[in-house]
C-alpha cells in the first residue's frame, strides 16, 4: 500500500459562548468540543452521510466508546452532528484539543504509510461477523475460525493476538497474512481517523501535534 494523503479534521475547544464560532469551525471541516461546563461538553462535527463507514467524525465517536449522536434541528449547531461526551471521555477530547492547538486552520493534511507502521493491528480486538466468517470459509480458511486463530467468546468470534499483542495475520513486513479475506473491521478502518492516531501514538509513540 503507498502512502496515503489524508485531510483530517483539527479538534478545537470553544466556552458554550463561543458556540457560533465553534460551529463555523466545524463547518470549514473541523471537530469541535464546546465545554458547557468544566466538567460537561459536547462533540460537534459535520453529520456523516448516510453509510459512509470511513467517515472520520463516525470513527470520533467510536473512539469515545459510543454509535449515536443527534442533530439539532435549530440554533447555532443546526444540521451538524453532537454527541454528549462521558465524564470519563472528558481527558480524550481535551487530548485531542491539546494535540491540534499547534496546527492553524480547520483541517490538516498528513501522509500515513500504514506498511510502515501496523499499529491498529497491535493490541486491538477484531470482531468476526457473519459474512467475515463466510468469506473466510469461500477461501477455504476455516481454520482461521478456531483456536489458535480465533475464540469465542459469548456468542462472538474474535480475532486472538499472540503473546506479543500483535495480530497472528501481521507479518514482520507490516503486511497483513489474509489480506484479501480480512475482516470488514480491518476494511473499513479510516486513516488518519482518532483511533488512527491513538494506536499509533500508542503503539509507536508518533503524535501528530502536540506532545506535551
Known sequence: MP???????????????????????????????VWDTRARARLVFQRP??????????????????????????GSLRGLATLRIPPDASDIVRRRAERDS???GTTRTIALDCLACGAC???NEVVLFKKDEARLRRAGLDKLLQKPWS????????????????????G?????????????ACRDFPPGSEC????????????????N
Open 49 to 74: 452521510k448516510k453509510g459512509d463507514v470511513h467517515d472520520l467524525g463516525v470513527w470520533s465517536v467510536l473512539d469515545l466508546g459510543k454509535q449515536r449522536w443527534h442533530v439539532p434541528k435549530a
Open 196 to 211: 488512527c492516531l491513538f494506536s499509533r501514538e500508542a503503539e509507536l509513540g508518533v503524535t501528530d501535534g502536540a506532545t
Open 102 to 104: 499547534i496546527f492553524p
Open 3 to 33: 502512502t496515503t494523503k489524508v485531510v483530517r479534521p483539527i479538534v478545537r475547544a470553544f466556552a458554550e459562548r463561543f458556540v457560533a464560532r465553534a460551529a463555523a469551525h466545524v463547518r470549514g471541516g473541523g471537530h469541535a468540543v
Open 121 to 123: 493491528c497491535k493490541d
Open 151 to 170: 475464540r469465542h467468546d459469548n456468542g462472538r468470534v474474535v480475532l486472538t493476538l499472540r503473546a506479543n499483542k500483535h495480530c497472528h495475520h501481521l
Open 172 to 184: 514482520r513486513d507490516n503486511r497483513c497474512g489474509i489480506y484479501a479475506h480480512r475482516p470488514d
